[in-house]
T-cell receptor
């Protein structure tokens, strides 16, 4: 059974720091890995989608890497800002129809 | 254009009552997904639709849960004889096509509280 773990569960950093969020999964037979952002009381916003054949994806200050063989992904946030404060969720797709298995998330707080 | 919308945004009900949750996907999106986010279980997959058919219902927690989609658009998740453990945020997502290269767009969710 696929399990997704995210470390740390919570993180508090001062504005401007570069930071890394970690995600691991137990079964390397995934189709893709996705990173989402969730703001309190709101739905999820897709940040990056990495296909299983890819190693990384970049969008603005965000960079996500995927090492399928070791079952790991990292989300790198450069020059963090208070507006980055949110919960970041990692999810892997385990079926041909993009069924997502989620981690519990990392709650990030960036303070001025 | 408009994103995924869900209604109601909040629902409080008494144990044993039935509830219906609605999802309006992005226009033209053929795939639709339901997830549940609860404190103890995190975010879990419930069911998906390709068009109006639901090939995989294995994520539904019990036979009290059912879902349908009509006209390849609106979907309704129905919970019969609600229990307190059904309290959670129910999220709907849609994607243009059914496939692993597609991004899922999520709605704001329906927060269900069963008293």
């Amino acid at each position: 059974k696929q399990e997704v773990t995210q470390i740390p569960a919570a993180l508090s950093v001062p504005e401007g720091e570069n930071l890394v969020l970690n995600c691991s999964f137990t079964d390397s037979a995934i189709y893709n890995l996705q990173w989402f952002r969730q703001d309190p009381g709101k739905g999820l916003t897709s940040l990056l989608l990495i296909q299983s054949s890819q190693r990384e994806q970049t969008s603005g200050r965000l960079n996500a890497s995927l090492d399928k063989s070791s079952g790991r992904s990292t989300l790198y946030i450069a020059a963090s800002q208070p507006g980055d404060s949110a919960t970041y969720l990692c999810a892997v797709s385990t079926g041909g129809y993009n069924k997502l298995i989620f981690g519990a998330g990392t709650r990030l707080a960036v303070h001025p | 254009g408009a994103g995924v919308s869900q209604s109601p945004s909040n629902k409080v009900t008494e144990k044993g009552k039935d509830v219906e949750l609605r999802c309006d996907p992005i226009s033209g999106h053929t795939a639709l997904y339901w997830y549940r986010q609860s404190l103890g279980q995190g975010l879990e997959f419930l069911i998906y639709f390709q068009g109006n058919s639901a090939p995989d219902k294995s994520g539904l927690p019990s036979d009290r849960f059912s879902a349908e989609r009509t006209g390849g658009s609106v979907s309704t998740l129905t919970i019969q004889r609600t229990q307190q453990e059904d309290s959670a945020v129910y999220l709907c997502a849609s994607s243009l096509e059914l496939g692993n290269q597609e991004t899922q767009y999520f709605g704001p969710g329906t927060r269900l509280l069963v008293l």
